[in-house]
């Protein structure tokens, strides 16, 4: 049966996360139910991973297998006519041995903060307002030690068991533009809060109330109690994700 690959973006705001769930609408559940009005049957959407209620995504990577007669590259055309406007398909082909999910090399992450002093009306859904002043280059140098491979544990959330916490972080930049910023990190994998978890820290760093060496601290104890606090999701986008032999970053953002 042929397998299906979609690129999708989607602004999360109205949504219980990408995982179709019993206490509210998820992405995934809104695009199976149109593929199954397209094919005929309901076919399972498998993403490149899960993102959690209020998260955005620029580039989000799934694929499903299907027998239907539609070529691979018209679904995009063919799901966005009855997708709602705030979940867009950018693209699609057939890509037989995909796993959107197994095959993942690299994802790119971006947390986005809104550091005036008055929140934005228009951007009150996609980044954190945060007033406190914030020393940019020192959460920049808290930011680099995060780069390497290490254990993360001091960075998951409370009550998740992940197999492993150990992860490895190829950059971690933050970026200014007036009062925007912007927090870009990826690596080979996130646990569940990880991102939001390191982006709190570092604000807490950054505004003075937690001391530079934090970070460094974490890595060492494992211990949540030594990282900050748990950023909003909102602020949060899954930007990018690489594979082997193809890349989102090459298609429409």
């Known amino acids: 049966m042929p397998r299906i690959r979609l690129i999708i973006q989607y602004d999360g705001t109205g949504y219980v996360g990408w995982q179709t769930?019993?206490?509210g609408v998820a992405v995934?559940?809104?695009?199976?139910k149109e593929l199954e009005k397209l094919t005929g049957s309901r076919p399972v959407l498998h993403a490149s991973g899960r993102t959690d209620s209020g998260v955005h995504a620029m580039a989000q990577v799934a694929h499903f297998d299907t027998d239907s007669?539609?070529?691979?590259?018209?679904?995009?055309?063919?799901?966005?006519?009855g997708l709602p406007r705030d979940i867009r398909v950018l693209y699609s082909d057939q890509a037989e041995g995909f796993h959107s999910r197994f095959?993942?090399?690299?994802?790119h992450y971006r947390y986005t903060v809104n550091n005036g002093p008055h929140a934005g009306a228009f951007n009150r859904n996609t980044a954190l307002h945060y007033h406190y002043p914030l020393d940019d280059a020192k959460m920049q140098r808290a930011a680099d030690v995060l780069l390497g491979r290490h254990d993360f544990?001091?960075?998951k959330s409370t009550g998740t068991e992940p197999e492993s916490t150990v992860r490895t972080i190829y950059s971690a930049c933050w970026s200014r533009d007036g009062n925007m910023l912007r927090f870009d990190i990826s690596g080979n994998g996130?646990?569940?809060n990880m991102v939001r978890i390191i982006?709190?820290?570092l604000l807490e760093i950054g505004s003075g109330r937690r001391d530079e060496d934090s970070v460094a601290k974490a890595l060492k104890s494992l211990s949540r109690s030594d990282a900050g606090a748990?950023?909003?999701?909102?602020?949060?986008?899954?930007?990018?994700?690489?594979?082997?032999?193809?890349?989102t970053f090459d298609f429409g953002r």
């Open 199 to 201: 982006v709190g820290t």
């Open 153 to 155: 544990a001091a960075f």
């Open 103 to 107: 095959d993942v090399v690299k994802k």
């Open 230 to 247: 748990t950023a909003p999701a909102h602020g949060l986008m899954l930007y990018r994700v690489e594979y082997h032999d193809f890349d």
């Open 69 to 81: 007669r539609i070529p691979p590259d018209k679904f995009c055309y063919a799901l966005n006519v």
């Open 190 to 192: 996130f646990m569940y």
């Open 21 to 23: 769930q019993p206490n």
């Open 28 to 32: 995934q559940e809104i695009i199976e």
